[in-house]
């Protein structure tokens, strides 16, 4: 790199291993951009494992109230509970260990 020169932070995390610590990182520089440049991210960040690309209790709790905004669109699941069957919080079903839901609702999916 040249003096001046940046390398852009989304670009080098996009470049590496999709991991859930990187979708975290993509998640916070992906807060603030604009509806093309999130189509953009978006585009990239599909080729990612849905497993990893869960939807952030912040985006979740923008998006319930109403406030979606365009960096919502690249979460591709929003984990309703996890740690069911560890008896961290309330059971939902016997044998069910994790929730998920799409974030248009249209998806459901239910692990033991």
Not at 77 to 103: I, K
Request: neutral net charge; contains cysteine.
């Amino acid at each position: 790199m040249g003096a001046g020169e940046q390398q852009n932070p989304l670009k080098s995390l996009l470049e590496g291993q999709p991991t859930a610590a990187r979708w975290r990182e993509v998640c916070a520089l992906g807060e603030g951009l604009t509806d093309g440049e999130v189509k953009a991210l978006a585009a990239a960040v599909s080729r990612w494992p849905v497993a990893i690309r869960e939807m952030p209790d912040a985006w979740w709790a923008d998006w319930s109230a109403g406030k979606e905004r365009p960096w919502h669109r690249l979460a591709a699941h929003r984990v309703l509970h996890h740690g069911l069957a560890t008896g961290d919080g309330p059971r939902l079903f016997d044998g069910v260990s994790s929730a998920a839901l799409s974030p248009d609702y249209r998806l459901a999916a239910l692990a033991g």
